[in-house]
């Protein structure tokens, strides 16, 4: 398979500007996450996605941020205002099944917000 | 304090060594264990699940102590391409919950 799809690999910003962070799960996956990696705080869950409905937005860290998932086969994060503590490598991930065990990762996009 | 704590490391250690990795967990409810390889600016990738009984995949050996909520991970004859960051996760429901890493560097 050709794995999770990310898009853009690398993001540079000025604050306040809008970003959005696409993805393409594996076909034949039902569940679909969005972490976010940062040093001081590791991989975080932000959000996550069973048969495109929204399950656990728990970690989402405010308003700014929102996810959708319009179809079994995309969806995107978005951040507005984008702010500089938002910068991080965010991976999308998707699996099979309840277990979530065998996630599988996309390769991460990079944003930094100047 | 974070559900899932590991020693950051790094871990320095020369070809062929053993080395081993520590890892604990604060809810006694959580389901199922792995450990995750995480090379510089790539992707977490699943290494081995961990199960109750310990379990074996190579050089590797993971270990499981509910009771202590504690699980490890140890690398036999290590080798130049085992540096990296390894994380723990545990899973509780659908969600896994990462550990922050300990990153290992062997060395010729």
């Known amino acids: 398979d050709a794995g999770v799809i990310q898009s853009p690999r690398h993001e540079v910003t000025e604050m306040g500007q809008e970003v959005t962070l696409r993805c393409k799960p594996i076909?034949?996956?039902?569940?679909l996450f969005w972490y976010r990696q940062t040093m001081m705080r590791g991989l975080e869950l932000l959000i996550y996605?069973?048969?495109?409905?929204?399950?656990?937005d728990s970690g989402m860290p405010e308003d700014r941020f929102s996810a959708k998932m319009p179809n079994a086969s995309f969806s995107t994060l978005k951040i507005q205002p984008s702010e500089p503590r938002d910068s991080a490598v965010y991976f999308c991930?998707?699996?099979?099944?309840?277990?979530?065990?065998?996630?599988?990762f996309g390769p991460g996009t990079r944003l930094t917000v100047t | 304090r974070k559900e899932v704590e590991q020693d950051p490391g790094p871990f320095n250690v020369p070809e062929g060594a053993t080395v081993a990795f520590n890892c604990t967990y604060s809810?006694?409810?959580?389901?199922?264990f792995f450990w995750y390889r995480q090379d510089c600016r790539k992707e977490p990738k699943l290494l081995m699940s961990v199960y109750s009984s310990g379990n074996e995949d190579g050089r590797f050996t993971a270990q499981l102590n509910r009771a202590s909520q504690y699980i490890s991970l140890l690398i036999r004859d290590s080798k130049l391409s085992d540096s990296a960051t390894y994380l723990c996760?545990?899973?509780?429901?659908?969600?896994?919950?990462f550990g922050g890493g300990t990153r290992l560097m062997v060395k010729p």
């Open positions: 996760v545990v899973r509780e429901g659908n969600m896994l919950t």
């Open positions: 996605f069973n048969n495109n409905v929204p399950i656990d």
């Open positions: 076909s034949g996956h039902d569940y």
């Open positions: 991930a998707s699996s099979f099944g309840p277990l979530a065990s065998y996630i599988r």
């Open positions: 809810n006694s409810a959580s389901q199922s």
